[in-house]
């Protein structure tokens, strides 16, 4: 499809709080060496098309907002491939996400999504409470609750905001990995199509084994669940050398990786635009 007209539509502003421009910065890229192979690129914000534009021939997308999401689901119902999909980008709220997980048996923190109007249980503490939607946006989205009072504080404020559930999760001790993937598919010895991996800075690393050819057959299994080809997350590596999934994310910024990363992505993509999946 070299030659085709491809929109690219950066995320909201609003889901990429502190991220503002590592956000915008790997979709120009992208843009970049997608044009570079001949592609006809213009990058939208998720508020500057609606119903009246004419669809592209296809596109690639961090915008998350349902309605946004939903208008781009009836392009990809008349044939405009689109990465990642959707349905893929809305299997990524957490509600969602916690059930394709189970159903696939993908190793994930462990989760109780609760409602918000009313605490109706004891937690072993600490726990986590997260809005059960979309990531977090907005201070209160995800909030570490040390206590019962601090678990009901944090609830109410997501009920006081018109969030409905929030998901509950322990607090585990391990090292933090953040990882980055492109393409779900495996090379010899089971590598990822691209996969990255790193110990998250702001921590004080233990060196708890782990083996990175796992964590990205993990990681391969996790977006293949949700249905991403473009992803990023993290990763909790514990004491006994077991690795859990924490959170998985569609399209992430790259930052440590936006150049290498950017030609990877727009290579996938002018593969798969031309129909064929790695």
């Known amino acids: 499809m070299s030659g085709s007209r491809c929109w690219g539509i950066f995320r909201e502003r609003t889901h990429s709080p502190g991220r503002e421009s590592d956000d915008t910065e790997i979709l120009r890229l992208t843009g970049k060496h997608l044009e570079a192979k001949?592609?006809?690129v213009v990058l939208k914000r998720p508020e500057g098309f609606g119903p009246a534009d004419a669809p592209p021939q296809c596109a690639f997308l961090m915008c998350e907002r349902v309605e946004v999401l939903r208008e781009l689901r009836t392009w990809e119902a008349s044939g405009v491939p689109q990465v990642n999909s959707p349905l893929a980008v809305l299997n990524t709220y957490r509600e969602r996400m916690i059930v394709q997980f189970e159903e696939a048996n993908v190793p994930f923190v462990d989760s109780r999504i609760v409602p918000t109007a009313e605490s109706n249980g004891h937690y072993p503490l600490p726990v986590w409470v997260k809005r059960a939607d979309v990531h977090n946006?907005?201070?209160?989205?995800?909030?570490?609750?040390?206590?019962?009072?601090?678990v009901e504080k944090a609830l109410c404020g997501l009920a006081e905001r018109g969030i409905s559930r929030a998901v509950i999760q322990p607090h585990l001790e391990g090292d933090l990995v953040k990882f980055y993937g492109i393409g779900t598919g495996g090379r010899q010895r089971g590598e990822a199509a691209w996969f990255r991996s790193f110990y998250h800075k702001e921590q004080v690393v233990a060196g708890h084994p782990f083996d990175p050819m796992q964590?990205?057959?993990?990681?391969?299994?996790?977006?293949?669940?949700?249905?991403l080809e473009v992803y990023g997350g993290d990763a909790l590596v514990t004491a006994p050398g077991q690795t859990v999934l924490l959170d998985f994310n569609a399209w992430p910024s790259f930052a440590l990786y936006r150049e290498e990363?950017?030609?990877r992505i727009a290579s996938y993509l002018a593969l798969r635009f031309s129909g064929v999946r790695r």
């Open 215 to 227: 964590l990205a057959r993990l990681a391969r299994r996790a977006a293949a669940a949700l249905g």
């Open 261 to 263: 990363a950017a030609e």
């Open 137 to 150: 946006v907005k201070p209160g989205d995800v909030v570490f609750a040390p206590t019962e009072d601090a």
């Open 38 to 40: 001949g592609f006809q």
